[in-house]
């Protein structure tokens, strides 16, 4: 379920790019839409892959986590967008 958002942002930035989570008309959960450019050896524009990412099961996720993993990981995410 790729938004049109999601798709315009992958083609104007070239790089993956992520709508605001929604709620999913099945069973009502939020989820987000993510979407990712792939390209072709020679750098043209092969397809974008779409996806979407529960919100609440990943929140879930990020609970049973340590708080100090937590601060890595979003460090480590920090750090890579640079």
């Known amino acids: 379920m790729p938004s049109e958002i999601t798709i315009k942002g ?3 930035t070239k790089h993956p ?3 605001d989570a929604i709620l999913f008309a099945e069973g009502g959960e939020r989820v987000a839409v993510i979407s990712v450019p792939i ?3 020679d ?3 092969l397809g974008i892959w779409s996806g979407t990412l529960n919100v609440s099961k ?3 996720i ?3 986590l340590s708080l ?3 601060q890595e990981w979003f460090m480590l995410m920090v750090t890579d967008s640079k």
């Open 17 to 19: 790019f992520h709508g």
């Open 39 to 41: 390209y072709m050896k």
């Open 10 to 12: 992958v083609i104007e």
């Open 62 to 64: 990020l609970q049973t």
């Open 43 to 45: 750098k043209s524009l």
């Open 58 to 60: 990943f929140n879930n």
């Open 68 to 70: 100090r993993m937590i």
